[in-house]
T-cell receptor, first 116, second 109 residues
């Protein structure tokens, strides 16, 4: 298994540009989520999904859109990039809904995004 | 979601045991206690989790207080590779892993 993969690894955007961060997992996990981590800070939950077609907001959803058309993929869209969105973005997945708190989450390697 | 309190930082010597404490006094009865760690420039990785009983795996041990209001992650012999930020996270069935600030562990050779 490749686990959780993220592309690209690095990205530089200009203010106002849009882009999509890709996340994929090959473990047939139902639950997927996106986090951002600003320098020297902890991770904050942006959006999450409990299955294909179902998404919900996390702690800091503004400025981001998500969709979940397949179990494997959970892309994160930045609608109009701002310097405040400069961060490292991590995708994660976990199996199970029922009893989900008993399962471990797997994280991708991250995408380092700079908005100038 | 339950709040957690962890020391900002701790130091250990290599090959000595490390006990990382966490207070989670508002934890609910069905929340599992998860521990994750984040090595420098990497994504978080799962360490261990438990509900009521103490747990052991190849990475660490987790000691859970009888009242479940605190827990301790035990690294039996710290190595330089264990230098990381350690996060204690009570987790509900909603599955939303909410990270706090964690404890930065430094391991001295």
């Amino acid at each position: 298994n490749a686990g959780v993969t993220q592309t690209p690894k690095f990205q530089v955007l200009k203010t106002g540009q849009s882009m999509t961060l890709q996340c994929a997992q090959d473990m047939n996990h139902e639950y997927m989520s996106w986090y951002r981590q600003d320098p020297g800070m902890g991770l904050r939950l942006i959006h999450y999904s409990v299955g294909a077609g179902i998404t919900d907001q996390g702690e800091v959803p503004n400025g981001y859109n998500v969709s979940r058309s397949t179990t494997e993929d959970f892309p994160l869209r930045l609608l109009s990039a701002a310097p405040s969105q400069t961060s490292v973005y991590f995708c994660a997945s976990r199996r199970g809904l029922a009893g989900g708190s008993s399962y471990e989450q797997y994280f991708g390697p991250g995408t380092r995004l700079t908005v100038t | 979601d339950a709040k957690t309190t962890q020391p900002n930082s701790m130091e250990s010597n290599e090959e000595e045991p490390v006990h990382l404490p966490c207070n989670h006094s508002t934890i609910s009865g069905t929340d599992y206690i998860h521990w994750y760690r984040q090595l420098p420039s990497q994504g978080p990785e799962y360490v261990i989790h438990g509900l009521t009983s103490n747990v052991n795996n190849r990475m660490a041990s987790l000691a859970i207080a009888e009242d479940r209001k605190s827990s301790t992650l035990i690294l039996h012999r710290a190595t330089l590779r264990d230098a990381a930020v350690y996060y204690c996270i009570p987790l509900r069935d909603t599955g939303k892993l909410i990270f706090g600030q964690g404890t930065t562990l430094q391991v001295k050779p």
